[in-house]
Protein backbone atom coordinates (compact mmCIF):
# COMPACT_ATOMS: atom_id res chain seq x y z
CA UNK A 1 0.00 0.00 0.00
CA UNK A 2 1.26 3.19 -0.79
CA UNK A 3 2.20 6.26 2.08
CA UNK A 4 -0.11 9.38 1.44
CA UNK A 5 1.51 12.56 0.03
CA UNK A 6 2.40 14.97 3.22
CA UNK A 7 -0.50 16.59 4.98
CA UNK A 8 -2.63 17.83 8.12
CA UNK A 9 -5.22 16.23 9.48
CA UNK A 10 -7.81 18.88 11.15
CA UNK A 11 -10.26 17.63 13.36
CA UNK A 12 -13.26 19.50 14.12
CA UNK A 13 -15.03 17.98 17.28
CA UNK A 14 -11.81 16.73 18.86
CA UNK A 15 -12.54 16.81 22.50
CA UNK A 16 -15.45 14.53 21.39
CA UNK A 17 -16.18 10.43 22.02
CA UNK A 18 -15.77 9.90 18.18
CA UNK A 19 -12.52 11.36 18.44
CA UNK A 20 -10.97 9.60 21.38
CA UNK A 21 -12.72 6.32 20.49
CA UNK A 22 -12.51 5.66 16.73
CA UNK A 23 -10.45 8.14 14.77
CA UNK A 24 -7.19 8.69 16.43
CA UNK A 25 -6.85 5.76 17.83
CA UNK A 26 -7.43 4.53 13.68
CA UNK A 27 -5.06 6.80 12.45
CA UNK A 28 -2.49 5.58 15.31
CA UNK A 29 -2.98 1.77 13.69
CA UNK A 30 -2.24 3.30 10.60
CA UNK A 31 0.82 4.93 12.01
CA UNK A 32 1.88 1.43 13.59
CA UNK A 33 1.59 -0.27 9.68
CA UNK A 34 3.60 2.66 8.35
CA UNK A 35 1.13 4.21 6.48
CA UNK A 36 1.00 7.52 7.61
CA UNK A 37 2.57 10.08 5.12
CA UNK A 38 6.24 11.03 5.80
CA UNK A 39 5.20 14.68 7.26
CA UNK A 40 2.16 14.49 8.79
CA UNK A 41 0.25 16.14 12.00
CA UNK A 42 -3.44 16.18 13.49
CA UNK A 43 -4.71 19.53 14.91
CA UNK A 44 -7.85 18.59 17.42
CA UNK A 45 -10.06 21.83 17.06
CA UNK A 46 -12.92 22.47 19.17
CA UNK A 47 -14.29 25.07 21.63
CA UNK A 48 -13.02 23.41 24.89
CA UNK A 49 -10.04 24.96 26.12
CA UNK A 50 -6.98 22.36 26.24
CA UNK A 51 -3.07 22.78 25.86
CA UNK A 52 -1.21 20.47 23.37
CA UNK A 53 -0.49 18.44 26.42
CA UNK A 54 -3.74 17.97 27.64
CA UNK A 55 -5.35 16.79 24.40
CA UNK A 56 -2.15 14.08 24.16
CA UNK A 57 -3.06 12.85 27.42
CA UNK A 58 -6.83 12.42 26.62
CA UNK A 59 -5.77 10.84 23.43
CA UNK A 60 -3.08 8.46 25.08
CA UNK A 61 -5.65 6.71 26.90
CA UNK A 62 -8.11 6.76 24.01
CA UNK A 63 -5.19 4.83 22.51
CA UNK A 64 -4.47 3.02 24.64
CA UNK A 65 -8.01 1.29 25.23
CA UNK A 66 -9.46 1.73 21.87
CA UNK A 67 -6.62 1.39 18.87
CA UNK A 68 -6.19 -2.39 17.38
CA UNK A 69 -2.51 -1.47 18.38
CA UNK A 70 -2.95 -0.71 21.59
CA UNK A 71 -0.46 -2.48 23.30
CA UNK A 72 2.54 -1.52 21.17
CA UNK A 73 5.86 -0.34 22.87
CA UNK A 74 5.61 3.09 25.00
CA UNK A 75 7.95 5.16 22.97
CA UNK A 76 6.06 4.19 19.66
CA UNK A 77 3.19 5.76 21.15
CA UNK A 78 4.97 9.16 22.42
CA UNK A 79 6.93 9.79 19.32
CA UNK A 80 2.83 9.44 17.50
CA UNK A 81 1.57 11.31 20.32
CA UNK A 82 4.07 14.21 19.60
CA UNK A 83 2.77 14.95 16.02
CA UNK A 84 -1.10 15.57 18.06
CA UNK A 85 -1.34 19.10 18.62
CA UNK A 86 -5.23 21.35 19.31
CA UNK A 87 -6.26 24.86 18.95
CA UNK A 88 -9.22 25.93 20.55
CA UNK A 89 -12.19 28.19 18.56
CA UNK A 90 -15.54 29.12 18.54
CA UNK A 91 -16.59 27.14 15.47
CA UNK A 92 -19.86 29.03 15.39
CA UNK A 93 -17.91 32.65 14.91
CA UNK A 94 -16.09 33.21 11.47
CA UNK A 95 -14.11 35.97 12.58
CA UNK A 96 -11.60 33.21 14.58
CA UNK A 97 -11.38 31.35 11.33
CA UNK A 98 -8.47 33.18 10.38
CA UNK A 99 -6.34 32.64 13.51
CA UNK A 100 -6.92 29.09 12.84
CA UNK A 101 -5.74 29.31 9.69
CA UNK A 102 -2.37 31.19 10.90
CA UNK A 103 -1.80 27.53 13.28
CA UNK A 104 -2.46 25.13 10.01
CA UNK A 105 0.35 27.43 8.18
CA UNK A 106 2.72 27.56 11.04
CA UNK A 107 2.46 23.78 11.59
CA UNK A 108 2.59 23.17 8.04
CA UNK A 109 6.14 25.49 8.33
CA UNK A 110 7.38 24.27 11.34
CA UNK A 111 6.95 20.37 10.04
CA UNK A 112 7.44 21.27 6.49
CA UNK A 113 4.42 20.09 5.52
CA UNK A 114 3.26 21.65 2.06
CA UNK A 115 -0.36 22.41 2.89
CA UNK A 116 -2.53 19.50 1.93
CA UNK A 117 -5.16 18.95 4.72
CA UNK A 118 -8.01 17.29 5.35
CA UNK A 119 -11.03 18.76 7.26
CA UNK A 120 -13.01 16.02 9.37
CA UNK A 121 -16.53 17.15 11.24
CA UNK A 122 -16.86 15.15 14.10
CA UNK A 123 -18.94 18.28 15.43
CA UNK A 124 -22.93 17.91 16.30
CA UNK A 125 -24.68 18.36 12.75
CA UNK A 126 -26.15 21.40 13.29
CA UNK A 127 -22.50 22.61 12.25
CA UNK A 128 -22.17 20.57 8.89
CA UNK A 129 -22.88 23.50 7.39
CA UNK A 130 -21.49 26.57 9.35
CA UNK A 131 -17.46 24.84 9.41
CA UNK A 132 -17.53 24.63 5.72
CA UNK A 133 -19.04 28.33 5.00
CA UNK A 134 -16.37 29.94 7.91
CA UNK A 135 -13.57 27.75 6.29
CA UNK A 136 -14.80 29.15 2.57
CA UNK A 137 -15.00 32.88 3.81
CA UNK A 138 -11.48 32.48 5.34
CA UNK A 139 -10.45 31.57 2.23
CA UNK A 140 -9.71 27.97 3.29
CA UNK A 141 -11.26 25.47 1.60
CA UNK A 142 -9.95 25.87 -1.97
CA UNK A 143 -7.40 23.78 -3.71
CA UNK A 144 -4.59 25.86 -4.70
CA UNK A 145 -2.25 24.94 -7.70
CA UNK A 146 0.21 22.69 -5.92
CA UNK A 147 -1.85 21.47 -2.48
CA UNK A 148 -5.69 20.16 -2.00
CA UNK A 149 -8.29 20.35 0.54
CA UNK A 150 -10.41 17.68 1.64
CA UNK A 151 -13.66 17.64 3.79
CA UNK A 152 -14.93 14.77 5.71
CA UNK A 153 -18.72 14.70 6.93
CA UNK A 154 -19.46 11.92 9.46
CA UNK A 155 -23.06 10.78 9.39
CA UNK A 156 -26.06 12.04 9.54
CA UNK A 157 -25.82 13.71 6.45
CA UNK A 158 -29.14 15.48 6.76
CA UNK A 159 -31.96 14.98 8.66
CA UNK A 160 -34.47 14.09 5.84
CA UNK A 161 -34.46 14.30 2.03
CA UNK A 162 -34.80 18.51 2.00
CA UNK A 163 -31.99 18.83 4.86
CA UNK A 164 -29.98 16.53 2.93
CA UNK A 165 -30.50 18.33 -0.05
CA UNK A 166 -29.65 21.59 1.73
CA UNK A 167 -26.52 20.74 3.21
CA UNK A 168 -25.30 19.36 -0.04
CA UNK A 169 -25.92 22.70 -1.74
CA UNK A 170 -24.06 24.57 1.14
CA UNK A 171 -21.23 22.51 1.02
CA UNK A 172 -21.17 23.04 -2.87
CA UNK A 173 -20.80 26.59 -2.67
CA UNK A 174 -17.29 26.33 -0.85
CA UNK A 175 -15.89 22.80 -1.83
CA UNK A 176 -16.21 20.58 -5.10
CA UNK A 177 -17.83 17.35 -4.98
CA UNK A 178 -14.89 15.49 -5.27
CA UNK A 179 -13.58 17.29 -2.50
CA UNK A 180 -16.04 15.95 -0.22
CA UNK A 181 -16.07 12.66 1.42
CA UNK A 182 -19.03 11.66 3.25
CA UNK A 183 -18.63 9.18 5.67
CA UNK A 184 -20.05 6.01 6.03
CA UNK A 185 -18.48 3.33 7.84
CA UNK A 186 -20.38 0.06 7.03
CA UNK A 187 -18.78 0.90 3.92
CA UNK A 188 -15.20 0.95 5.31
CA UNK A 189 -16.00 -2.29 7.12
CA UNK A 190 -13.99 -5.33 5.37
CA UNK A 191 -16.56 -7.50 5.07
CA UNK A 192 -18.62 -5.48 3.33
CA UNK A 193 -15.87 -4.68 0.82
CA UNK A 194 -15.98 -8.23 0.79
CA UNK A 195 -19.77 -8.29 -0.87
CA UNK A 196 -17.61 -7.08 -4.25
CA UNK A 197 -15.41 -9.72 -4.24
CA UNK A 198 -17.84 -12.39 -3.35
CA UNK A 199 -20.68 -10.98 -5.93
CA UNK A 200 -17.70 -10.34 -8.83
CA UNK A 201 -14.77 -12.97 -8.08
CA UNK A 202 -16.51 -15.62 -8.10
CA UNK A 203 -18.18 -17.81 -11.26
CA UNK A 204 -20.51 -19.57 -9.15
CA UNK A 205 -22.51 -16.69 -7.68
CA UNK A 206 -23.36 -14.16 -10.07
CA UNK A 207 -25.10 -16.94 -12.32
CA UNK A 208 -27.82 -16.93 -9.55
CA UNK A 209 -27.84 -13.54 -8.04
CA UNK A 210 -30.86 -12.35 -9.68
CA UNK A 211 -34.65 -13.02 -9.62
CA UNK A 212 -34.81 -16.12 -11.52
CA UNK A 213 -33.29 -18.13 -8.34
CA UNK A 214 -33.16 -15.91 -5.35
CA UNK A 215 -36.48 -16.33 -3.52
CA UNK A 216 -36.38 -12.96 -0.82
CA UNK A 217 -33.04 -11.37 0.50
CA UNK A 218 -33.15 -10.33 4.28
CA UNK A 219 -30.83 -7.78 5.69
CA UNK A 220 -30.47 -7.44 9.62
CA UNK A 221 -28.30 -5.13 11.39
CA UNK A 222 -29.51 -4.94 15.36
CA UNK A 223 -27.50 -4.32 18.62
CA UNK A 224 -27.95 -5.76 21.75
CA UNK A 225 -26.98 -2.27 23.51
CA UNK A 226 -29.30 0.88 24.21
CA UNK A 227 -29.27 3.75 23.38
CA UNK A 228 -26.70 4.34 26.10
CA UNK A 229 -25.31 8.03 26.77
CA UNK A 230 -27.01 9.10 23.53
CA UNK A 231 -30.67 9.61 24.39
CA UNK A 232 -31.14 13.60 23.71
CA UNK A 233 -29.70 12.83 19.75
CA UNK A 234 -31.38 9.15 18.95
CA UNK A 235 -34.47 10.91 19.87
CA UNK A 236 -34.93 13.05 17.66
CA UNK A 237 -33.45 10.09 14.81
CA UNK A 238 -34.60 7.13 15.41
CA UNK A 239 -33.83 3.79 14.22
CA UNK A 240 -34.91 4.76 10.51
CA UNK A 241 -32.51 8.04 10.49
CA UNK A 242 -29.87 6.02 12.67
CA UNK A 243 -28.95 2.87 10.64
CA UNK A 244 -31.69 2.04 8.24
CA UNK A 245 -31.13 5.25 5.48
CA UNK A 246 -27.58 4.94 5.57
CA UNK A 247 -25.56 1.96 6.71
CA UNK A 248 -28.61 -1.14 5.95
CA UNK A 249 -29.26 0.88 2.69
CA UNK A 250 -25.50 1.06 1.54
CA UNK A 251 -25.55 -2.88 2.04
CA UNK A 252 -28.57 -3.05 0.09
CA UNK A 253 -27.03 -1.83 -2.78
CA UNK A 254 -23.87 -3.52 -2.94
CA UNK A 255 -26.02 -6.71 -2.51
CA UNK A 256 -27.88 -5.25 -5.30
CA UNK A 257 -25.63 -3.42 -7.76
CA UNK A 258 -24.60 -4.85 -11.27
CA UNK A 259 -21.34 -5.74 -12.05
CA UNK A 260 -19.47 -1.79 -12.60
CA UNK A 261 -17.40 -1.67 -16.19
CA UNK A 262 -14.37 -0.99 -13.75
CA UNK A 263 -13.19 -0.72 -9.95
CA UNK A 264 -12.57 2.92 -10.32
CA UNK A 265 -14.64 5.29 -7.99
CA UNK A 266 -17.11 6.70 -10.11
CA UNK A 267 -18.31 3.55 -11.65
CA UNK A 268 -19.16 1.79 -8.96
CA UNK A 269 -20.66 4.69 -7.48
CA UNK A 270 -22.63 5.09 -10.48
CA UNK A 271 -24.28 1.27 -10.15
CA UNK A 272 -24.64 1.77 -6.51
CA UNK A 273 -26.93 5.00 -6.91
CA UNK A 274 -28.74 2.74 -9.80
CA UNK A 275 -30.30 0.12 -7.26
CA UNK A 276 -31.17 3.48 -5.15
CA UNK A 277 -33.27 5.11 -7.97
CA UNK A 278 -34.91 1.55 -8.49
CA UNK A 279 -36.48 1.42 -5.20
CA UNK A 280 -40.07 1.33 -5.85
CA UNK A 281 -41.53 4.35 -3.51
CA UNK A 282 -43.47 3.58 -0.63
CA UNK A 283 -47.00 5.15 -0.67
CA UNK A 284 -48.66 5.71 2.77
CA UNK A 285 -51.07 2.36 2.68
CA UNK A 286 -47.29 0.67 1.75
CA UNK A 287 -45.86 2.10 4.52
CA UNK A 288 -48.87 0.92 6.74
CA UNK A 289 -48.67 -2.75 5.31
CA UNK A 290 -44.93 -3.24 4.97
CA UNK A 291 -43.12 -1.00 7.53
CA UNK A 292 -42.93 -1.83 11.41
CA UNK A 293 -41.77 0.48 13.92
CA UNK A 294 -40.77 -0.07 17.44
CA UNK A 295 -39.78 0.36 20.81
CA UNK A 296 -37.98 -1.44 23.48
CA UNK A 297 -39.60 -1.67 27.12
CA UNK A 298 -37.73 -2.41 30.38
CA UNK A 299 -37.38 -6.16 30.77
CA UNK A 300 -35.05 -8.08 33.29
CA UNK A 301 -31.89 -9.81 30.84
CA UNK A 302 -29.19 -12.22 32.45
CA UNK A 303 -31.42 -11.03 35.99
CA UNK A 304 -30.56 -7.40 35.52
CA UNK A 305 -33.35 -4.68 35.18
CA UNK A 306 -33.02 -2.59 32.05
CA UNK A 307 -34.44 0.29 32.00
CA UNK A 308 -37.16 1.03 29.04
CA UNK A 309 -36.36 3.22 25.83
CA UNK A 310 -38.70 6.01 27.32
CA UNK A 311 -36.82 5.85 30.68
CA UNK A 312 -33.14 6.51 29.40
CA UNK A 313 -31.77 9.80 29.67
CA UNK A 314 -32.28 12.41 27.92
CA UNK A 315 -35.34 10.88 25.95
CA UNK A 316 -38.66 12.42 25.93
CA UNK A 317 -40.86 10.58 28.44
CA UNK A 318 -44.17 10.03 25.99
CA UNK A 319 -41.58 9.58 22.84
CA UNK A 320 -42.78 7.95 19.72
CA UNK A 321 -39.03 7.24 18.24
CA UNK A 322 -38.72 3.67 17.31
CA UNK A 323 -35.79 2.16 18.14
CA UNK A 324 -36.75 -1.04 15.88
CA UNK A 325 -37.68 -1.05 12.38
CA UNK A 326 -38.31 -3.52 9.87
CA UNK A 327 -39.52 -3.10 6.12
CA UNK A 328 -40.36 -4.85 2.83
CA UNK A 329 -38.91 -3.09 -0.24
CA UNK A 330 -38.58 -3.60 -3.90
CA UNK A 331 -35.99 -2.61 -6.35
CA UNK A 332 -37.85 -2.34 -9.64
CA UNK A 333 -35.43 -2.91 -12.70
CA UNK A 334 -34.77 -6.17 -14.66
CA UNK A 335 -32.22 -7.72 -12.05
CA UNK A 336 -34.75 -7.62 -8.72
CA UNK A 337 -38.27 -7.27 -10.24
CA UNK A 338 -40.58 -9.44 -7.53
CA UNK A 339 -38.17 -10.16 -5.31
CA UNK A 340 -38.62 -8.71 -1.68
CA UNK A 341 -35.61 -7.21 0.66
CA UNK A 342 -36.65 -7.78 4.11
CA UNK A 343 -34.82 -5.00 5.97
CA UNK A 344 -34.66 -4.67 9.94
CA UNK A 345 -32.48 -2.49 12.52
CA UNK A 346 -32.73 -2.08 16.43
CA UNK A 347 -31.53 -1.37 19.46
CA UNK A 348 -31.75 -3.86 22.32
CA UNK A 349 -32.34 -6.92 20.72
CA UNK A 350 -30.59 -9.91 21.98
CA UNK A 351 -27.35 -10.04 20.32
CA UNK A 352 -24.85 -7.72 17.87
CA UNK A 353 -25.21 -9.03 14.74
CA UNK A 354 -24.90 -7.52 11.17
CA UNK A 355 -25.72 -9.96 8.44
CA UNK A 356 -27.30 -10.79 4.67
CA UNK A 357 -29.23 -13.79 3.81
CA UNK A 358 -29.88 -14.97 0.10
CA UNK A 359 -32.73 -17.01 0.55
CA UNK A 360 -32.59 -19.01 -2.76
CA UNK A 361 -35.83 -20.30 -4.36
CA UNK A 362 -36.78 -23.70 -3.54
CA UNK A 363 -35.85 -27.00 -6.15
CA UNK A 364 -38.89 -27.03 -9.28
CA UNK A 365 -40.13 -30.15 -7.57
CA UNK A 366 -38.87 -31.55 -4.38
CA UNK A 367 -38.11 -35.38 -4.31
CA UNK A 368 -37.91 -35.80 -0.63
CA UNK A 369 -40.27 -35.93 2.35
CA UNK A 370 -39.82 -32.50 4.28
CA UNK A 371 -40.43 -30.71 6.97
CA UNK A 372 -41.49 -26.94 5.66
CA UNK A 373 -41.31 -25.16 2.09
CA UNK A 374 -37.70 -23.82 3.80
CA UNK A 375 -35.93 -27.52 2.98
CA UNK A 376 -34.60 -27.27 -0.59
CA UNK A 377 -34.26 -23.31 -0.21
CA UNK A 378 -30.28 -23.02 -0.14
CA UNK A 379 -29.12 -20.02 1.90
CA UNK A 380 -25.72 -17.90 1.59
CA UNK A 381 -25.28 -15.70 4.55
CA UNK A 382 -22.82 -13.25 4.48
CA UNK A 383 -22.12 -12.62 7.94
CA UNK A 384 -20.89 -8.67 8.28
CA UNK A 385 -20.50 -8.59 12.14
CA UNK A 386 -19.75 -10.44 14.55
CA UNK A 387 -17.77 -13.82 13.65
CA UNK A 388 -17.03 -12.09 9.82
CA UNK A 389 -17.14 -15.11 7.31
CA UNK A 390 -19.59 -16.61 5.30
CA UNK A 391 -22.24 -19.54 5.70
CA UNK A 392 -23.69 -21.48 2.99
CA UNK A 393 -26.66 -23.88 3.72
CA UNK A 394 -27.42 -27.02 1.79
CA UNK A 395 -29.64 -30.23 1.90
CA UNK A 396 -27.37 -33.29 2.75
CA UNK A 397 -28.58 -36.80 3.14
CA UNK A 398 -28.44 -38.13 6.40
CA UNK A 399 -26.48 -41.30 6.74
CA UNK A 400 -28.47 -44.54 7.04
CA UNK A 401 -32.06 -46.20 5.28
CA UNK A 402 -34.46 -43.89 3.09
CA UNK A 403 -33.38 -40.60 2.19
CA UNK A 404 -34.12 -38.48 5.06
CA UNK A 405 -32.72 -34.77 4.32
CA UNK A 406 -31.27 -32.40 6.57
CA UNK A 407 -29.91 -28.73 6.20
CA UNK A 408 -26.05 -28.33 7.12
CA UNK A 409 -23.83 -25.82 7.24
CA UNK A 410 -20.65 -25.04 4.56
CA UNK A 411 -18.84 -21.98 6.39
CA UNK A 412 -15.74 -20.05 6.45
CA UNK A 413 -14.61 -17.56 9.49
CA UNK A 414 -12.08 -14.96 9.00
CA UNK A 415 -10.90 -15.89 12.26
CA UNK A 416 -9.88 -18.68 10.18
CA UNK A 417 -6.96 -16.98 8.55
CA UNK A 418 -4.15 -17.27 11.05
CA UNK A 419 -2.79 -13.80 11.58
CA UNK A 420 -4.86 -11.63 8.90
CA UNK A 421 -5.08 -7.96 10.53
CA UNK A 422 -8.59 -6.46 9.98
CA UNK A 423 -8.33 -3.31 9.73
CA UNK A 424 -11.13 -1.07 11.68
CA UNK A 425 -13.50 0.96 9.38
CA UNK A 426 -12.45 4.22 10.08
CA UNK A 427 -8.66 2.83 9.42
CA UNK A 428 -9.52 2.21 6.14
CA UNK A 429 -11.57 5.22 5.14
CA UNK A 430 -9.01 7.69 6.53
CA UNK A 431 -5.91 6.46 4.61
CA UNK A 432 -8.98 6.37 1.60
CA UNK A 433 -9.26 9.95 1.80
CA UNK A 434 -5.54 10.48 2.48
CA UNK A 435 -4.64 9.18 -1.08
CA UNK A 436 -7.75 10.44 -2.43
CA UNK A 437 -9.66 7.13 -3.37
CA UNK A 438 -13.43 7.73 -2.71
CA UNK A 439 -14.86 4.77 -3.59
CA UNK A 440 -15.87 3.90 -0.07
CA UNK A 441 -17.66 7.42 0.62
CA UNK A 442 -20.89 8.64 -0.44
CA UNK A 443 -21.71 10.66 -3.52
CA UNK A 444 -24.19 13.68 -2.73
CA UNK A 445 -26.40 12.36 -5.19
CA UNK A 446 -26.60 9.15 -3.64
CA UNK A 447 -27.01 10.46 -0.02
CA UNK A 448 -30.34 12.54 -1.45
CA UNK A 449 -31.50 9.41 -3.53
CA UNK A 450 -31.96 7.11 -0.20
CA UNK A 451 -33.26 9.78 1.69
CA UNK A 452 -36.22 10.37 -1.60
CA UNK A 453 -37.16 6.22 -0.65
CA UNK A 454 -36.78 7.15 3.43
CA UNK A 455 -38.83 10.54 3.17
CA UNK A 456 -42.48 8.52 2.63
CA UNK A 457 -41.70 6.44 5.68
CA UNK A 458 -40.98 9.80 8.11
CA UNK A 459 -43.68 11.70 6.30
CA UNK A 460 -46.56 8.89 7.20
CA UNK A 461 -45.11 8.90 10.66
CA UNK A 462 -44.98 12.44 11.66
CA UNK A 463 -48.45 12.78 9.68
CA UNK A 464 -50.77 9.90 11.28
CA UNK A 465 -49.61 10.09 14.69
CA UNK A 466 -52.10 7.04 15.18
CA UNK A 467 -49.59 5.16 13.23
CA UNK A 468 -48.72 2.27 16.09
CA UNK A 469 -45.13 1.91 17.94
CA UNK A 470 -44.94 -1.63 18.98
CA UNK A 471 -43.54 -2.25 22.63
CA UNK A 472 -40.80 -4.87 22.73
CA UNK A 473 -39.44 -6.13 26.03
CA UNK A 474 -35.76 -5.35 25.69
CA UNK A 475 -33.58 -8.66 24.51
CA UNK A 476 -36.46 -9.67 22.56
CA UNK A 477 -36.31 -10.09 18.54
CA UNK A 478 -38.78 -6.79 18.09
CA UNK A 479 -42.16 -6.64 17.95
CA UNK A 480 -43.83 -9.52 16.54
CA UNK A 481 -45.47 -7.51 14.37
CA UNK A 482 -42.61 -7.77 12.34
CA UNK A 483 -43.00 -11.18 10.65
CA UNK A 484 -46.06 -10.02 9.08
CA UNK A 485 -44.26 -8.13 6.65
CA UNK A 486 -42.65 -11.70 5.00
CA UNK A 487 -45.13 -12.29 2.36
CA UNK A 488 -44.88 -16.18 2.55
CA UNK A 489 -45.87 -17.71 5.93
CA UNK A 490 -43.59 -20.41 5.61
CA UNK A 491 -40.71 -18.34 6.04
CA UNK A 492 -39.77 -15.90 9.29
CA UNK A 493 -36.67 -14.00 9.99
CA UNK A 494 -33.60 -15.57 10.84
CA UNK A 495 -32.87 -15.91 14.51
CA UNK A 496 -28.42 -14.96 14.44
CA UNK A 497 -26.77 -15.90 16.96
CA UNK A 498 -22.87 -14.51 17.88
CA UNK A 499 -21.49 -17.53 16.21
CA UNK A 500 -21.79 -17.64 12.65
CA UNK A 501 -23.29 -20.72 12.37
CA UNK A 502 -24.74 -21.05 15.61
CA UNK A 503 -28.19 -20.07 14.11
CA UNK A 504 -32.16 -21.05 14.84
CA UNK A 505 -31.11 -20.82 18.30
CA UNK A 506 -33.07 -18.25 20.50
CA UNK A 507 -29.77 -16.90 21.61
CA UNK A 508 -28.00 -13.84 23.90
CA UNK A 509 -24.49 -13.32 24.25
C1 LIG B 1 -23.82 4.39 14.22
C2 LIG B 1 -25.13 4.61 14.91
O1 LIG B 1 -23.81 5.00 12.96
O2 LIG B 1 -23.61 2.99 14.06
C3 LIG B 1 -25.17 3.90 16.25
O3 LIG B 1 -25.32 6.00 15.12
C4 LIG B 1 -24.83 2.43 16.07
O4 LIG B 1 -26.43 4.04 16.88
C5 LIG B 1 -23.54 2.28 15.28
O5 LIG B 1 -24.66 1.88 17.37
C6 LIG B 1 -23.29 0.83 14.95
O6 LIG B 1 -22.01 0.72 14.38
P1 LIG B 1 -21.17 -0.63 14.48
O7 LIG B 1 -19.97 -0.40 13.65
O8 LIG B 1 -20.87 -0.83 15.94
O9 LIG B 1 -22.07 -1.70 13.97
Known amino acids: MKKPEDQTLVIFGASGDLTNRKLIPSVYDLYIQNLLPEKFAILGVSRT ?186 DSSGALRDMLQNHLLQITSLIAMEPPSSFDPDSIRNETIKVFQSLRPLKD ?92 CNQLVIRIQPDEGILLKFGMKLPGSGFNVQNVNMDFHYSDLMDTYLPSAYERLLYDCMIGDSTLYQRGDAVEAAWTFVNPILEAWKNNPEFPVYGYPAGTWGPENADNIIEEKQFTWRYPCKNLVNDGLYCEL
Open 49 to 234: KLSDENFREKIESGIKTFANYKNSDVNTLQKFLSMLYYFSINTEDYSEYPKLNSRINELNKDLGISGNCIYYLSTPPSLYPVIPQALGSAGMSRNSKNTWRKLIVEKPFGYDLESAKELNKKLLEYFDENQIYRIDHYLGKETVQNVFVTRFANGIFEPLWNRNYVHHVEITGVENIGVENRGGYY
Open 285 to 376: EDVIKNVIRGQYLSSIIKGEKVPGYREEKGVNSSSKTETYVALKLFIDNWRWGGVPFYIRSGKRLPTRVTEVVIHFKPTPHYLFARKSLQDG
